[in-house]
T-cell receptor, first 113, second 114 residues
Framework: AQSVAQPEDQVNVAEGNPLTVKCTYSVSGNPYLFWYVQYPNRGLQFLLKYITGDNLVKGSYGFEAEFNKSQTSFHLKKPSALVSDSALYFCAVRDEGNTPLVFGKGTRLSVIA | DAGVIQSPRHEVTEMGQEVTLRCKPISGHDYLFWYRQTMMRGLELLIYFNNNVPIDDSGMPEDRFSAKMPNASFSTLKIQPSEPRDSAVYFC????????????FGPGTRLTVT
């Protein structure tokens, strides 16, 4: 069965600094990896996904994520954080079957001005 | 596209009452998911449908919970009778068939059972 770990409950970063939100996964076969963001009182919004191809995936709002097969990681990154990036971020994985996404517990990102 | 639509957005009810949450998926999507989110347990998958047929309901917490999808454009999640521990935000999501497709979430229904 697939699983996702987000080792940090909270990440704090100063505005303008680079940010990283960590995610590791476990899946049999090839993984399909996703990042979502949740703003207060809103549903989850899709940010980006890795299906195949280039290990560096670019998504919405300037975010990107790097797929690392040897480390089974899919960390979310942004070169310069904005206060408006403050939100709850979820990593999710699916295996090669048509199964639902398995979500991590989420990491709360706080960008301080 | 209007996205996934959920109603009501907020529901406050008394313990023992029946609660019905509604969801309209994105047109053309053939998978529909119901999730529950709480601070303690995070995001939990309750049940999902493919082409209106329930595929896996192992996440439904108790027999008090039931879900239906009578057609491709409508689904309900019912709690009867409701209990205070059912208080949570309930999300509906939909997607297309295929591993590479992301799930699109609705805005959620915040349920408070007093």
């Amino acid at each position: 069965a697939q699983s996702v770990a987000q080792p940090e409950d909270q990440v704090n970063v100063a505005e303008g600094n680079p940010l990283t939100v960590k995610c590791t996964y476990s899946v049999s076969g090839n993984p399909y990896l996703f990042w979502y963001v949740q703003y207060p009182n809103r549903g989850l919004q899709f940010l980006l996904k890795y299906i195949t191809g280039d290990n560096l995936v670019k998504g919405s709002y300037g975010f990107e994520a790097e797929f690392n097969k040897s480390q089974t990681s899919f960390h979310l990154k942004k070169p310069s954080a904005l206060v408006s990036d403050s939100a709850l971020y979820f990593c999710a994985v699916r295996d090669e079957g048509n199964t639902p996404l398995v979500f991590g517990k989420g990491t709360r990102l706080s960008v301080i001005a | 596209d209007a996205g996934v639509i959920q109603s009501p957005r907020h529901e406050v009810t008394e313990m023992g009452q029946e609660v019905t949450l509604r969801c309209k998926p994105i047109s053309g999507h053939d998978y529909l998911f119901w999730y529950r989110q709480t601070m303690m347990r995070g995001l939990e998958l309750l049940i999902y449908f493919n082409n209106n047929v329930p595929i896996d309901d192992s996440g439904m917490p108790e027999d008090r919970f039931s879900a239906k999808m009578p057609n491709a454009s409508f689904s309900t999640l019912k709690i009867q009778p409701s209990e205070p521990r059912d208080s949570a935000v309930y999300f509906c999501a939909s997607s297309l068939l295929g591993r590479g497709y992301e799930q699109y979430f609705g805005p959620g229904t915040r349920l408070t059972v007093t």
